[in-house]
């Protein structure tokens, strides 16, 4: 069995060959929480997250950013009044890796318990 995503950490990517399949895409998605969706071309994970107030959404932005230096993999945030979009896709691959999921497991778990 796998190893958690949370336990595992990003890894230098080599360009085709880090491309996820689509069967690997959906046993991934799997492992996420069920917020986590698909982007349009199938090429990228998309969730938001929603909150009271301004301030808890540029706090967990915030949360985000730092996840992602520490995994050296950066998502696309949309922050507005009362949520925060968060989208993970692979530029150097042309889609997704197993970086994206690993990066939003770990951002999941900043929200969990």
Sequence with gaps: MDTPLTQRRCHELHGAP???TQARVME??????????????GDAIVREFR????HEGMMFAN??????ER???HPELRLR???????FRTHSVGGLSENDFICA???DALLAG
Excluded: M, R, T
């Design 105 to 107: 497991a770990k951002i």
């Design 63 to 68: 949360a985000v950013a730092w996840v992602a």
């Design 81 to 87: 009044y009362n949520s925060c979009a968060v989208h």
């Design 28 to 41: 991934l998605i799997g492992q996420l929480h069920p917020d986590w969706k698909l982007g349009p071309h």
């Design 51 to 54: 909150f009271k107030k301004f």
């Design 18 to 20: 880090d491309h996820l």
């Design 71 to 73: 995994e050296n993999h």
